[in-house]
């Protein structure tokens, strides 16, 4: 299908729901204190999104438009539920470390975003490669903050020991700070940084000027 | 053109029509609860099996944690722990019952088989008790080493499930364990934490009058009747102090534990 593959392509490392947009920050601060959670919750996103993009750009000639948001909500809330309630049934050990973060999936900007401003007016197969597009994009972000706040914060990766830790008589001191969500902030800014040197024309301009107080002060 | 079809007929309006709009929020809604109500009936054996699993778990590890528990167990053989069944109203043994078939929830649900609490009584907000209640015993010979009881009761937003273990003289504790409960994480879910059930054993239940004493405050806990409670989890605390003033009283096990307390040989 000629023009499908870029609605795939984009959202993952340029258009990203994270890094462009700031979207879906409280999940990805929340789940990504080990990598285990953060790919499950990837997963779960990511099953969620296309799922809800399908639905809704399939009946999307027909959404009254005074109830459009309840009716994308209302499609958005069923499958979250069957979603958590999959998690407990087939993964109960990591839905409870998720807790609560699966049904915030609800109320995530991403889900309803994408729906509100692609599946709602785009074919089937476009809002299909959309969603996914902008889950793996979502998921490629929570993978690499997980997978470092995880690595030095306790020294191992899923489980696996991978740097020798020093009360174990290694050489690796672990940075507490990884599990605290400031880190997760803090390596998500760094994210950003790299994302706007490759691509400059994200850089936003600058809303006022700092003054320069030294010369203020003296006029 | 007249379109015979109700249905297309209906799918041709234009979208703001009120008929339209409401019929479609009609279906939607009908389709969405279809389709949870299938999945939460399809996937519930599968999350009861785990639930299941948790609370075995939570009685092995709570004898486990108890102080030499581990060796009277192994000394004595897992056998030794047997569950009665208790008629809750006098306190005495159930006769001709299976304990190991008893299910506990469904009979608290069943009117042949539960009471309607009076609401002065219910101060744990459970509502319909079960008529007959499992204990669980470690004995070391004849004598008495452990009592386990089941509880419920209303916490902040959920029912908290949990056992309370006691000594044979029927006022001290030996653990309490929350094995299944809906509290907000981080919050009234730390009901679970090895930390805060490590504050249980040694706290008494009643003074010497008998009266029910033991609670969870908030903030620091003072003598041998008052437990910490959890920061910002006052309710759920509350829950945890009704539950155990419910249970102990005479709704629950109270009439049982006067027997042990009397010195009643309770085989």
Redesign the interface.
Known sequence: MKGGLEHLTAPLVRGNPITLHILGICSALAVTTSLQTALTMSGALTVVLVLSSVAISSIRRHIPTAIRLIVQITIIASLVIVMDMILKAFFFEISKTLSIFVGLIVTNCMVLGRAEAFARQQPVWPSFLDALGNGLGYSLILVIVGSIRELFGTGGLMGYDVLPLAEDGGWFQPLRLMLLAPSAFFIMGFLVWLIRIWHPEQIETAEFQLQDTDRVGRS | MAERNPIKRF?ALP???LG??LG??FM??LV??V??SV??VL?KP??QA?LEA?RQARMAEMMSLLPGMADLLAEAGVESLVVRLLDLSTGQFAEGVDAAGYDQRAAARDPATSMVLPPVADVAGIKQRANLAPVYMLRRGRALELLVLPVRGVGYQSMLYAYLALKPDGNTIAGLTVYEHGET??IG?RVEDPAWRALWPGKELTDDSGEILIEVVRGKAVGPHQVDGISGATRTGNGVSTMLRFWLGEYGFGPFLARLKAGEDLQ
């Open positions: 799918f979208n703001d029509h339209k709009t479609f929020a939607v809604a969405a609860s389709f949870v999945a939460s996937l599968h999350y785990h948790e994480p981080g879910a």
